[in-house]
């Protein structure tokens, strides 16, 4: 990867970081990225939604291929897609590696197809009345036909360029990139050819491989900014010029459609690339990269290119984006203003177009998309004793007693790489911590007798925890004046509430010090307002994983946690209860 990440798990993506999708929503519609992205209330699943990660990883398999030099290589022997191999065939151009790399073409669609059925079945939202069956043969031909044209041009270009820049360097070691471009064989490869003479066919294609990120990888391949505040997953730099080419791989047709959304991503990727290559975990290059001069989309149904325009003052974007980066981090619950019966750009997450429950549709249909419901108009309440609403659970607290024991960075449940500590009063004890990664750097400065002031209850495994953000203080206790202080053993640690299921989502994966986790989550709304309800691990029950979108559900003894500025209840398999009560079947009224 260009950068080495953050020690961060797969999901340890901050809803507080600025990002390429998250910039893109922000600037089309403010509240549907709070409820999308700040939230993480999700959609119903589409195929095509699963589509653009396979085909990505398949299009970088092909592009990982080394071909033998001189013994060949077997028709339909691809890496990606294995087990299909046929007879032997010399490949001693670019124009018979062209007809070697068609032959991977069936192996390849075969094991895409493959591929989205099994995500298909594991989804557990899907759009009513749509099918993996929908996306034909024939669409992924293309992709994968496209694929490889695409970077066959690239290969093309650094022939006719003579290998580029760095080709003595390639000789003298290979891949001079201390983040070299992914290729199935690790080895040096044996085409390399002595000083001085022209390059060959196997020279560009070695060359010209692009770095992409990597299917081998199961960890997430980010550039984070220096300072932690924004981070991308890039696709694809090609670095062979001298100089870098961005490109984002596209699961679609390119020809005919409104390019303004991926251009601001590309432009994002354009400025994050410059910012991270002062990143102190950036691997030295043997070779001098040069800037960004060009960033393009390939979309790969129709093999369209789509060239962006590029930054010019990089230092005034810098200005720009962490601006809206703290506007993000301040947004909270009531910016939304969801009692709204006009729309209105005025306020914190104004928008001219949705207002209340109502909320732009862009990335699924543009401004003429007719507006959607992400939190649905049900005539609901919450129920009675013992349950309380959704819009009354614990907000912020403010206690005092004797800080000691700081420890960390180390993982939270998330994966996030946080600060803590403990404070004891009276005989009881709590752990605090960052609410998230760099939310609250400065709690290591303070030791003794303190006020913690705005701190989130909740907790975690059967103790308590004050998680500390931008909203937080922490003061020495004569500083504190007549400050109210809540007693620590009556923080509120637990809730019951009830409310019919929103969003279904779950994710799983294998952290950076190769651990697997796993997670389930539900956003559940009462009428008064909403929260997510998170399973990690072992607390994921048949039950909770079942849920349905409209289950009305009913939680006793969740655990209260924050995410984000926003509250968070956890399942706790031993202590928390769940009681689901499932809409009646739709019954045809012909």
Not at 319 to 331: D, N, S, T, W
Not at 432 to 457: C, K, R, S
Not at 561 to 579: A, I, K, V
Request: proline share 6%.
């Amino acid at each position: 990867m260009p950068v080495i990440p953050q020690p961060t798990g797969v999901h340890a993506r901050s809803r507080r970081r600025l990002s390429a999708s998250s910039l893109v929503t922000w600037e089309r519609c403010k509240r549907d990225w709070f409820l999308t992205r700040r939230l993480g209330i999700r959609v119903p699943m589409h195929p095509e939604m699963l589509l653009g990660h396979i085909v990505e990883e398949a299009a970088t398999g092909i592009w990982m291929e080394r071909p033998h030099p001189t013994d060949g290589m077997a028709k339909a022997a691809s890496t990606w897609a294995p087990g299909h191999e046929g007879e032997q065939m010399e490949i001693n151009s670019l124009e018979t590696l062209n007809e070697w790399l068609r032959t991977l073409m069936r192996p390849i669609v075969d094991k895409i197809i493959e591929d989205i059925n099994e995500d298909w079945s594991n989804c557990l939202w899907k759009a009513e009345g749509r099918s993996v069956g929908e996306i034909k043969r024939e669409k992924l031909n293309a992709m994968v036909k496209n694929a490889i044209k695409l970077q066959m041009k690239e290969t093309e270009a650094c022939l006719d360029a003579d290998g580029g820049p760095h080709l003595e360097a390639f000789r003298n070691g290979g891949d001079p990139f201390g983040t070299p471009a992914p290729c199935w064989d690790q080895e040096l490869g044996l085409g390399w050819q002595p000083k001085g003479t022209p390059c060959t066919w196997w020279e560009a294609w070695e060359i010209a491989r692009p770095w992409a990120k990597d299917p081998r990888i199961h960890t997430a391949q980010r550039l984070f900014h220096p300072d932690g505040w924004a981070a991308g997953e890039l696709d694809v730099a090609s670095r062979w010029r001298g100089e870098i080419h961005i490109i984002d791989i596209k699961a679609n047709r390119g020809t005919g459609r409104d390019h303004s959304g991926v251009a601001h991503q590309l432009r994002f990727y354009q400025w994050l690339w410059h910012e991270t290559r002062r990143h102190p975990s950036k691997p030295e290059n043997r070779v001098e990269e040069g800037e960004v001069t060009e960033a393009n989309s390939w979309h790969l149904a129709d093999g369209f290119v789509h060239k962006a325009e590029l930054i010019e003052k990089l230092d005034e974007e810098t200005i720009r984006l962490k601006a809206i980066q703290k506007e993000m981090a301040a947004a909270s619950m009531s910016d939304l203003k969801l009692k709204t019966t006009e729309p209105s750009e005025e306020g914190g997450l104004g928008c001219g177009v949705c207002h209340g429950l109502q909320t732009c549709d862009y990335p699924r249909g543009g401004r003429e998309q007719p507006l959607h419901s992400l939190i649905p108009d049900l005539d609901i309440k919450p129920a009675g004793s013992p349950y309380g609403a959704i819009a009354d659970l614990p907000s912020r607290v403010t206690v005092k007693g004797a800080l000691h024991g700081h420890w960390g960075p180390m993982p939270n449940h998330y994966g996030d790489h946080v600060i803590g500590a403990a404070i004891t009063a009276g005989g009881k004890s709590a752990v605090i911590e960052e609410m998230g990664v760099n939310q609250f750097p400065t709690l290591h400065d303070y030791e003794g007798n303190v006020v913690v002031i705005n701190a989130a209850p909740g907790q975690w495994r059967g103790m308590i925890r004050l998680y500390l953000d931008s909203d937080s203080q922490v003061v020495k206790e004569q500083e504190a004046g007549d400050l109210d202080i809540d007693r620590m053993g009556l923080i509120p640690t637990r809730a019951n509430v009830s409310g019919v299921v929103i969003s279904r989502g779950a994710n799983s994966g294998t952290n950076a010090k190769g651990k697997d986790w796993s997670m389930a989550t539900a956003h559940i709304w009462d009428g008064t307002a909403l929260t997510e309800v998170v399973a990690f691990g072992r607390g994921r029950s048949e039950t909770f994983d079942n849920l349905k979108v409209g289950d009305h559900i009913r939680l006793m003894a969740a655990e209260i946690g924050w995410r984000e500025g926003t509250p968070q209840l956890r399942m706790d398999p031993r202590n928390t209860r769940m009681t689901v009560e499932s809409p009646p079947p739709e019954t045809d009224s012909s």
